[in-house]
């Protein structure tokens, strides 16, 4: 199975969209900053996740959430 998955970042203004077979994994990963892009923005709140069968599913779910109209409805779904 794999994830899409969407992390705020609790001190600033910004939105992480990724995509992992391991959730649990990939989230403990950005809560020590072991991840480039978002090490400067730690630590996170997990604002949603989605699970697919496939890799091309959630690949294309992960597309449409980091699209302008993706971002919005996790902005959505945060307030």
Do not use: C
Not at 8 to 17: A, E
Not at 23 to 43: C, D, I, M, S
Not at 68 to 74: D, H, N
């Amino acid at each position: 199975m794999f994830y899409v998955y969407a992390i705020k970042s609790l001190s600033r203004n910004y939105i992480y969209v990724g995509l992992t077979e391991n959730l649990e994994r990939r989230f403990n990963q950005h809560q020590l900053g072991q991840n480039k892009t978002t090490a400067p923005y730690r630590y996170f709140a997990l604002i949603y996740s989605e699970q697919f069968p496939t890799r091309k599913e959630a690949r294309d779910r992960e597309k449409y959430l980091k699209s302008g109209t993706g971002k919005e409805f996790l902005k959505s779904i945060i307030k």
